[in-house]
């Protein structure tokens, strides 16, 4: 078996999640019966310090169904020029919502509050109607970059002067939370909404949860139902939702520093022209020339281990649930071998 670093999307659950999910008490969803999914829903609200919550099966249709339910059609959403909701979910933002997006350039993903004041458009028939702004935290294509907290407030504001809105794409917040050491009753106090990912870091087969308050939750009911998302004994999955928050939030700290060991390994490498600043459990490298990302992935995994080139001259390398220590060491072997 191959050491799999391509993403935190890859885990498979525990046995002690499996044994949750076998014994989930579950009942029909779209009627509002499942008591796990009810319970999953609850506890990640209170999580948040936030009213209520949906379950949806993807981080893409979370953010999908935020989106849709905080624009109008020809609407304009202010987000990082390599947002995952911009870049990855297949041009959803004009599909579902009829929107168009303003993409601004970040740093490691991040962008900052005069960047979006100065991105609002003004009042004017010529111009797209500006409605909301959506953050990334952690930012996948930074590198696993955290927001700073202050910089989150000052365009909270700038949202509530201008009245639009904030959405959050949490699918990594909790490694964000674990490495600031920060508590989500504060995000909950300065999002709208924020779509959580139980499918990676968190070692959930699949889901997320998308969290807000009670009137934008019940209107968000309605648009998953609406895109298909609507599941019947979805508790089985939930449980396993349940079992995450409750055990597997604190140990992402363990990814964080295999993510830290292998980002020692690889700045002694000659093939290793830059690698972001390795804040949670990713870690973005440039290859140097003659080298390709493509050449360096088919090297490691024909020693068995498998990355991701995400440009032609970038790899990723991701840690999670499934990655041990003993995994991390035979990794930095690997990579002292190229
Ligand atoms: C993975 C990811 C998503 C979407 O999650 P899926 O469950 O794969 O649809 C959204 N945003 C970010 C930043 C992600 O990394």
Redesign the pocket.
């Known amino acids: 078996m191959p050491i799999d670093l391509r993403s935190d999307?890859v885990t498979r659950p525990t046995p002690a999640m499996l044994q949750a999910m076998m014994q989930a008490k579950v009942g029909d969803d779209v009627f509002g019966e499942d008591p796990s999914v009810n319970h999953l829903e609850a506890m990640a609200a209170r999580l948040f310090g936030m009213e209520a919550a949906l379950y949806c099966p993807?981080?893409?249709?979370s953010?999908q169904i935020a989106i849709k339910c905080h624009t109008q059609p020809g609407d304009e959403v202010i987000c990082e020029r390599q947002a995952?909701v911009y870049i990855y979910e297949g041009g959803g933002i004009a599909f579902n919502s009829g929107s168009q997006v303003r993409a601004l350039e970040g740093d490691r993903g991040r962008i900052r509050a005069e960047q979006v004041s100065a991105a609002i458009n003004p009042d004017d028939v010529h111009k797209a109607r500006t409605s909301l702004v959506c953050l990334?935290n952690t930012s996948?294509r930074g590198g696993g970059s955290c927001y700073d907290l202050g910089e989150i407030s000052k365009i909270r504001k700038v949202c509530t002067d201008n009245h639009l809105k904030l959405h959050l794409?949490g699918?990594?917040l909790f490694n964000a939370l674990v490495a600031g050491e920060q508590d989500p009753v504060v995000y909950g106090g300065l999002f709208d909404s924020i779509s959580v990912?139980l499918?990676?870091g968190l070692g959930c087969p699949i889901g997320?949860i998308l969290i807000g308050p009670a009137a934008f939750i019940r209107q968000a009911r309605r648009v998953r139902k609406v895109f298909g998302g609507g599941m019947r004994q979805g508790g089985f999955m939930a449980a396993a939702g349940v079992y995450a928050l409750e055990h597997h939030i604190e140990r992402l700290a363990e990814d964080h520093a295999h993510a830290a060991r292998i980002r020692q390994a690889l700045e002694k490498k000659g093939f290793v022209k830059g690698i972001m600043p390795v804040e949670t459990n990713i870690i973005i490298f440039e290859v140097e020339e003659p080298y390709c990302a493509k050449s360096i992935a088919n090297e490691l995994k024909e020693a068995g281990v498998l990355a991701i080139a995400i440009s032609t001259n970038q790899l990723r390398f991701v840690t999670h649930l499934d990655i041990s220590q003993e995994m991390v060491e035979q990794v930095i072997k690997v990579i002292e071998s190229l």
Do not use: V
């Open positions: 999307t993807s981080g893409t249709m953010n995952h990334e996948n794409d699918a990594r990912c499918n990676k997320s």
